[in-house]
């Protein structure tokens, strides 16, 4: 015995890889063994008595069609793959370029089918799926109050603090809030958005600064040193990357603040990911009074549990701590946590929003991969059937299974490549289109990119549909005979009808459900622009301006300020009228304030104890914002200097049920001040968002309120287009102090665009994968009967002569392809009633039931299918017996 | 006997006769070919249609092992040899192959 297999193998092995590249020399060797053969051969047979000639002749003979088993000897080969491939993709490009039809609605659906998905995938992984990018993420936590209805409140100062003292589910755990500091110094103003944070927010989270250090406790207390941690775009972008930078004075809303650190390149602040600098809340710990900012409820808390710690128990301990309030920890009412805290892990808290809206579109792309599965597997089957000739042709000519099967593989996989990289192509572009058009607050967009797992696995979904359908008619012509599939149509014909016939009823199902989807959201988004805002939707505009620096240091300061600017934007032409308030409608702003009646104790109701939006205003507010007044009268023509408060319908309703409200007293905010007299009631506005029910609200004069707001916005009402005055309003503000940074700009229509923007979003994409389905369920009927009817042909014929009309053949056909889509859209209807649940989050206004859009979706499928029938239809009722027959 | 036609030599069996010729010494093509026709008292006619690529293809699975030699006459030729591999699968093609003819023998034989 002489070594193992596998040498063996290997040699083998070397010498096909050899041949593969010195095919010369083997096809001399095999040359020469067969020479020697023949010479052998005739040798042995002279000795037999032939003669010389005879005996050569006769060992030739036997070499007759000696090519044809040089071939076979070749064939024993593997090299003989890598030549077939070549001719192969060769044959395959030629045929498809025979096919330009086929070709193009193959590669466009396995393109669109990748392309969608990948880029879909890409924007809902890192939300949906990954954990957030911190070392061990799994164990960071947020930590919120709960409001007496029950709503997540923001926590107070004084709540962390003692939680700090008294929880032991925590290793570090810090309050944070947003800061938007104007940096000034070298280069242009730049307004930053940044955060304000406890000394441990970035030890729980576990990051490192690429330079300097952290926050310590000593930073973070009140009237602590000014410093600053800056993110690593920053530092490159405004200080050159200068690595003495730790130590280095900027300056932010006027005050020189001490660099000390620079985050890493690789951080990616989750809970507000366009902060670039970040400060220490500096709040007083030692809580001096529940009148000061400790106690308002303005922080978000984030926590990382000690290890072994779970979300559920650190919950328990805190609810615990909640409910046993300890003298030393004394609680205003308002922060009583009467209904305890809640604890939740991180990612789910940063993500919540924006979930439902990405699992629904992530639905959606998943049916379109499997309408796009479905359509190439019936495009393949119809080829499958045309080519049935050619096959048996090739057959038999002499063709093995095996070659025929590599053939049809290799046209697949051509067909997947071409349509992968036109897929690739379009999930770049998506991937672009999809950050552009997020709703805003899209969290965790900066991680979003094309994801090179969803690719190989798109590709590879759809490469395994095409290799799989693309064999079946290699694999049926390799079984039949011949013979019958050329002479005659297949007797398996009609089994294949029916599998192709099912697969366009489920892509009308599929395509159903989408519609459905598409439709609910259309009718949603709908709803929501039709909902009354309470204010003028057009001709608003309004620009907020945040104050800073030492000029403007106290509340009169600003109060004459603010003054000043109203009075320059009012006299800019073609500004109508101009108001001062503390908050706009559909900002994103939830500034509430507690109401109580001095009069009336009413009993508690968690409704009525919510708190109400404030809005401190100046000059003609309900005039500029258009605020329809119900009842009384208003402040904007005098008597903003007294202590008086217009309220709003819904406020009007709860605290003053039965009663007029006019000439009541009211406590807004702090009870120790006197009340305000509430003068007029005027409708409610939309404050949160158009979704979110009518908001009550009461509106005080500026300078009646106990403190200066200070980044009110200036809204004007103008006699035209309202972003065209947007140049002149901001020069009137510059006018007033070049310094003061206007912060943001809109008008009310873009406000109340971007409140539905979430659906618009969603709706969007729902609309534009409900075309791409119907289109490809139109293709598939289309080609479906198309097909049908060609093979038909002769059975038409048949019947034309037995006494059927045109019509009767019409009919036949169109009832054929209306029947499928019926049968599909029926299973579409049952699928689309249970899977619409996943919308609802997202529905306003309707019903995901709603008749009307249910109808509607069959309308437009019935519409697309009659569509896709007619061209056959009209083609079968032209067939002419006559020829037809002849032909056969 | 009348020779047997070349197709009548089944492929399964083509490999058998070819790895036994090879078990008793290496061999050069034409001679696996003489010796199967002289050991089958001329039943077995190979051609060399069927020889050649059945040795490429028993070559690739690495059963056999070819080098280029001289022959008695002096004369090139290339040798085929059974490699350790291959005299495994012969034991088990003999020994497939006589389960077969036992088989086919018990069916064929009249009943008793």
């Known amino acids: 015995m002489r070594g193992s297999w596998l040498p063996d193998r290997l040699r083998g092995w070397w010498k096909q890889l050899r041949g593969l590249f010195d095919k010369a020399a083997l096809e001399r060797e095999l040359d020469e063994e067969l020479a020697y053969h023949v010479e052998r051969e005739t040798e042995a047979n002279v000795a037999a008595g032939m003669d010389p000639a005879a005996a050569r002749r006769r060992a030739e003979l036997e070499f007759r069609g000696r090519e044809r088993y040089k071939e076979e000897v070749r064939d024993a080969r593997w090299t003989r793959l890598a030549e077939d491939f070549v001719s192969d993709v060769g044959y395959g490009l030629r045929s498809l370029r025979q096919r330009p039809g086929f070709a193009a609605a193959a590669v466009l659906t396995l393109g669109l089918a990748i392309g969608a998905t990948v880029a879909i995938v890409s924007v809902v992984k890192p939300v949906l799926f990954e954990p957030l990018p911190y070392p061990d993420s799994g164990r960071l936590v947020s930590i919120t109050d709960v409001a007496p209805d029950g709503a997540p409140l923001p926590a107070a100062f004084g709540t962390v603090v003692e939680l700090g003292e008294r929880s032991r589910s925590f290793e570090a755990l810090a309050a944070y809030r947003s800061w938007r500091p104007t940096l000034t110094g070298a280069g242009r103003p730049e307004r930053l958005d940044g955060q304000r944070v406890g000394a441990d927010y970035f030890r729980a989270l576990d990051v490192r600064p690429a330079l300097g250090r952290h926050f310590t406790h000593d930073d973070d207390r009140a009237s602590g040193p000014d410093v600053v941690i800056i993110d690593h775009g920053l530092w490159r972008a405004r200080f050159g990357g200068d690595p003495d930078i730790v130590g280095r004075r900027i300056t932010l809303d006027s005050r020189p603040f001490t660099v000390v650190g620079v985050l890493p390149a690789s951080f990616e602040n989750v809970t507000a990911s366009t902060a670039r600098v970040w400060a220490p809340?500096?709040?007083?710990?030692?809580?001096?009074?529940?009148?000061?900012?400790?106690w308002g409820h303005h922080l978000d808390v984030l926590a990382r549990l000690r290890p072994g710690v779970e979300v559920d128990a650190a919950g328990t301990e805190l609810d615990r701590i909640a409910g046993d309030p300890l003298p030393v920890h004394p609680r205003p009412a308002w922060a009583s946590l009467g209904g305890g805290l809640r604890v939740a892990p991180l990612r789910d808290t940063v993500t919540r929003a924006a979930r439902?809206?990405?699992?629904?579109?992530?639905?959606?792309?998943?049916?379109?991969?499997?309408?796009?599965?479905?359509?190439?597997?019936?495009?393949?089957?119809a080829r499958g059937v045309g080519r049935r000739e050619e096959l048996a042709m090739r057959t038999a000519l002499g063709a093995g299974r095996g070659r025929l099967i590599r053939q049809l593989l290799t046209e697949s996989l051509l067909l997947s490549a071409v349509g992968g990289a036109v897929g690739l192509g379009l999930a770049v572009l998506g991937v672009r289109g999809l950050v552009a058009v997020s709703p805003p607050g899209q969290p965790r967009l900066s991680a979003v990119h094309v994801d090179p797992t969803a690719l190989v696995v798109a590709v590879a979904v759809t490469t395994f549909v095409g290799v799989v359908v693309g064999l079946v008619p290699a694999v049926r012509a390799a079984r039949t005979d011949p013979r019958s599939a050329i002479q005659e149509r297949s007797p398996t014909a009609g089994a294949h009808h029916r599998a192709r016939g099912t697969l366009v009823a489920a892509e009308v199902a599929l395509t159903f459900v989408l519609l459905i989807g598409a439709g609910l959201l259309?009718?949603?988004?709908?709803?929501?622009?039709?909902?009354?805002?309470?204010?003028?939707?057009?001709?608003?505009?309004?620009?907020?301006?945040?104050?800073?620096?030492?000029?403007?240091?106290?509340d009169d300061a600003i109060h004459r300020y603010f003054d000043q600017v109203l009075a320059a934007v009012r006299a800019v032409?073609?500004?109508?009228?101009?108001?001062?308030?503390?908050?706009?409608?559909?900002?994103?702003?939830?500034?509430?304030?507690?109401?109580?009646?001095?009069?009336?104790?009413l009993p508690a109701d968690p409704r009525r104890d919510a708190g109400v939006y404030r809005y401190a205003v100046a000059g003609r507010y309900f005039r500029t914002l258009g605020v329809p007044l119900r009842r009384g009268r208003v402040f904007d023509d005098g008597g903003a200097d007294q202590r008086v408060a217009v309220i709003s319908e819904s406020l009007a309703r709860r605290h003053f049920a039965g009663t007029d409200p006019i000439g009541r007293p009211l406590h807004v905010g702090r009870p120790d001040l006197p009340p305000y007299t509430v003068i007029g009631v005027v409708a409610d506005v939309r404050q949160l968002s158009l979704a979110a029910g009518p908001d009550a609200g009461v509106y005080v004069p500026r300078r009646q309120w106990y403190f200066a707001d200070g980044a009110p916005w200036i809204a004007v009402r103008t006699n035209g287009q309202a972003a065209a005055l947007t140049a002149a309003v901001r020069a009137a503000i510059w006018s007033v102090d070049a310094d003061q940074p206007i912060v943001r700009v809109a008008t009310t229509s873009e406000l109340v665009r971007t409140s539905a923007a979430t659906q618009r979003f969603a709706l969007a994409l729902f609309q534009l994968f409900a075309l791409v389905a119907l289109a490809l369920s139109a293709i598939g009927i289309y080609g479906l009967l198309a097909g049908t009817v060609g093979e038909r042909r002769r059975e038409i014929g048949v019947r034309v002569v037995l006494g059927a009309s045109r019509r009767d053949v019409v009919a036949m056909v169109l009832g054929h392809g209306l029947g499928l889509a019926a049968i599909g859209a029926a299973i579409g209807l049952v699928a689309a009633v249970l899977g619409s649940r996943a919308l609802s989050s997202l529905l306003f206004g309707v019903s995901r039931l709603d008749p009307l859009t249910y109808a509607g979706a069959v309308t437009v499928v019935g519409a697309v299918a009659a569509a896709a029938c007619a061209v056959p239809a009209w083609r079968a009722g032209r067939v002419d017996p006559a020829i037809t027959l002849r032909a056969e | 006997m009348a020779p047997l036609s070349n197709t009548d030599v089944l492929r399964g069996t083509l490999d058998l006769l070819i790895l036994q010729t090879l078990a008793l010494e290496p061999m050069h093509g034409w001679g696996i070919s003489r010796r199967i026709r002289d050991r089958s008292e001329d039943a077995f006619e190979v051609g060399q249609g069927s020889l050649y690529p059945a040795l490429q293809r028993l070559e690739q699975k690495g059963w056999l092992k070819s080098e280029w030699r001289r022959t008695e006459e002096n004369r090139r030729a290339k040798y085929y040899h059974l490699t350790s591999s291959g005299r495994r699968a012969l034991g088990e093609e003999v020994a497939s192959w006589r389960a077969y003819v036992r088989a086919m023998e018990l069916v064929l034989e009249p009943s008793s």
């Open chain 1, 281 to 294: 809340l500096q709040y007083d710990a030692t809580l001096p009074s529940f009148e000061g900012r400790e």
């Open chain 1, 356 to 381: 439902p809206t990405l699992l629904a579109v992530f639905g959606a792309v998943v049916l379109l991969l499997v309408i796009g599965c479905v359509n190439v597997t019936n495009l393949l089957l």
């Open chain 1, 522 to 554: 259309l009718r949603s988004v709908d709803r929501l622009l039709a909902v009354d805002t309470g204010f003028a939707e057009s001709g608003v505009l309004a620009l907020q301006v945040q104050t800073s620096g030492d000029r403007l240091a106290d």
């Open chain 1, 573 to 601: 032409p073609g500004v109508a009228d101009g108001a001062l308030t503390s908050q706009l409608p559909l900002t994103g702003e939830a500034d509430r304030y507690g109401v109580r009646r001095p009069d009336v104790e």
